[in-house]
């Protein structure tokens, strides 16, 4: 344990301390963030690059404190990727297919390096290991690419992605220690530490936005992770508990998804149906709101704890009564509605 906590205290005081630096960067280079639409909460121009801190704090730490074997290196390859079509987006924006493409080929080098999800069992008991086969490079591809994608799509109010990512890290770790799985518990302690260290400077009121340099890079590292510590092989009831992990951004991505489709909009086009903009428009404050999704995501992290330890029927119920839940809540606030009323 003295390990992860220095692990930890060495990311976050990196990352805290190099958050500022991007902070004038950004002005220098006018790489700022203008409230130019409805979407945006925020009223005057805000510094991005907050993801440089992120990535070089996440960096130094795998360096130091990992093993460099095949596999690490490929992610910290895959990372940096990620991070440099999250940097050019950030100063110019890139095109959609070329962010995809971008975050396929990051995706294949983590492949590459051995990130796989190979196999999953039947949730009953004593029941036979289903390889994948053919299929596993595909799956694989289609989790790194779709969560990498939905911690950016959250990123639409203070604090919200670091915090559920940080959450989501930390979730992680406990995971990884059941399982016993103890050098993706350093992991998770090095992206928990970078992100921590960077969440004071974006709380409401925010001095600095990650940008898609932080957010694809956040979403890529915690799908890269989810597969390392538990998806590599997984009961049903497990892999389920990875959605629970990451529930606040599947949710919201999975909602926005359906409302568009009722919609007949496009699946990409941005709107202010994300659950963030929905619980402002009930009444709530930007503090408020983060807050209620922090204990949301806090609730969802315990609740995929409670899966990795619990046997298959018990996780089935867990799993139904979450399932009714979570629908009730998306009709209560309009997340799975057509459009909203005027």
């Known amino acids: 344990m003295n390990q992860v906590y220095l692990v930890f205290f060495v990311t976050f005081m990196i990352s805290f301390l190099l958050t500022p630096l991007a902070r004038r960067l950004a002005f220098k280079l006018d790489v700022l963030d203008y409230p130019k639409d409805a979407r945006k909460l925020h009223k005057k121009p805000i510094p991005y690059l907050g993801g440089v801190a992120i990535y070089v704090a996440a960096m130094v730490g795998m360096f130091l404190f990992l093993e460099l074997d095949r596999t690490t290196v490929s992610v910290m390859v895959g990372g940096s990727l990620i991070f440099i079509l ?5 100063i110019r924006d890139v095109p959609a297919k070329i962010k995809l493409a971008g975050q396929i080929v990051a995706s294949l080098v983590a492949i590459w390096g051995g990130v796989l999800i190979a196999w999953v069992t039947n949730p009953l008991p004593n029941s036979e290991i289903v390889l994948l086969l053919n299929l596993s490079i595909p799956v694989t591809l289609i989790w790194i690419v779709g969560i990498t994608n939905t911690i950016n799509l959250i990123d639409g109010i203070d604090g919200l992605a670091s915090g559920v990512a940080a959450i989501a890290a930390t979730t992680l770790m406990f995971i990884a220690a059941i399982n016993g799985f ?3 518990v350093i992991e998770c302690a090095i992206l928990a530490g970078a992100t921590l260290g960077f969440l004071p400077y974006n709380f409401n009121p925010a001095k600095i936005f990650m940008g898609d340099t932080g957010a694809l890079f956040l979403g890529y590292m915690l799908a890269v992770l989810s597969i390392r510590g538990v998806m590599k092989t997984v009961t049903l009831i497990t892999l389920v508990g990875m959605v629970f992990v990451l529930g606040i951004p599947i949710l919201d991505t999975g909602f926005a998804i359906v409302r568009r489709l009722i919609n007949k909009k496009p699946i990409m086009e941005a709107d202010k149906g994300h659950l963030h903009h ?10 408020e709101t983060v807050m209620i999704l922090y204990a949301i995501s806090i609730a969802f992290g315990a609740t995929a704890i409670y899966l990795t330890d619990t046997g298959p029927y018990e996780g089935v119920f867990v799993i139904l009564i979450a399932s009714v839940v979570i629908v009730l809540v998306g009709k209560k606030f309009g997340l799975i509605s057509g459009s909203k009323k005027k």
């Open 278 to 287: 929905r619980l402002v428009e009930k009444g709530f404050t930007q503090k």
């Open 182 to 184: 103890e050098f993706i």
């Open 86 to 90: 999250g940097l050019v987006d950030d």
